[in-house]
């Protein structure tokens, strides 16, 4: 019943800054945690970020290799989940998607979620590539 759809990617040079938006739509929003994904070829599915969006408790979560470039957040009135994508490196290259399992809505969860996702909906993707 939920549906999302990723806005954002491109090509970017390294260092440079992108911004990835989550849109959800659908019934049943209300505190959805929302994650984002990267599958880069050979490589295996990675949780990047993710969020609830309950408005008092988000509980933002991060893998290492972003914390401290990427800042995640909601906007529970537009149903929309971002992706601030700072100081970005080759590495980052990747097919982002954002996912959600819509049987979670406590913020507790969050984390638990981004490592070891059970999503049953998911967008088809947005590119990013990052090189000169």
């Known amino acids: 019943q939920v549906h999302l759809v990723e806005s954002g990617g491109g090509l970017v040079a390294p260092g440079g800054s992108l911004r990835l938006s989550c849109a959800a739509s659908g019934d049943k929003l209300d505190d959805l945690i929302i994650g984002w994904f990267r599958q880069a070829p050979g490589k295996d599915r990675e949780g990047v970020s993710c969020?609830?969006?309950?408005?008092?408790?988000?509980?933002?979560w991060y893998h290492n290799s972003v914390k401290g470039r990427f800042i995640i957040s909601a906007d529970n009135a537009k149903k929309t989940v971002y992706l601030q994508m700072n100081s970005l490196v080759p590495e980052d290259t990747a097919l982002y998607y954002c996912a959600t399992d819509t049987t979670l809505r406590d913020p507790r969860l969050v984390a638990g979620f981004c490592v070891k996702p059970g999503y049953n909906s998911w967008g088809r993707g947005t590119q990013v590539t990052v090189s000169s």
């Open positions: 969020i609830s969006m309950n408005e008092e408790d988000g509980s933002p």
